[in-house]
């Protein structure tokens, strides 16, 4: 069973950082791209990055470039989110999330190329 487990949310002042971490299980998690998406309430579930199964690739939504940088650790099963310069505008649910097919050579910001999502953690960024 692929279980994902998102941690490191909390409440921050705008300007600060917070890393998220997500640890996967039940995958070759190496073989497999991952992303990142956010939730605010009242809105849809958005694209926030990915990254490649090999990690040479990323993408960020516009609203996040140059400010928070997605990682892996395939010796970890895990993969990272750095948000630096937060907003109060960045406050949702974070969900990780692993694409569905192994070693897919492009990826898109489109929650259907996922199958597997974590429970997601809370950021709450204060002004």
């Known amino acids: 069973q692929v279980q994902l487990v998102e941690s490191g949310g909390g409440l921050v002042q705008a300007g600060g950082s917070l890393r998220l971490s997500c640890a996967v299980s039940g995958r070759t998690f190496s073989m497999y791209n991952m992303g990142w998406f956010r939730q605010a309430p009242g809105k849809e579930r958005e694209f926030v990055a990915a990254?490649?199964?090999?990690?040479?690739?990323?993408d960020y939504a516009d609203s996040v470039k140059g400010r928070f940088t997605i990682s892996r650790d395939n010796a970890k099963n895990t993969v990272y989110l750095q948000m630096n310069s937060l907003k109060p505008e960045d406050t949702a649910v974070y969900y990780c999330?692993?694409?569905?097919?192994?070693?897919?050579?492009?990826?898109?910001?489109?929650?259907?190329?996922?199958?597997?999502w974590g429970q997601g953690t809370v950021v709450t960024v204060s002004s």
């Open positions: 990254i490649s199964w090999s990690g040479r690739s990323t």
């Open positions: 999330a692993v694409d569905r097919r192994p070693q897919r050579s492009v990826f898109t910001t489109s929650r259907s190329q996922y199958d597997y």
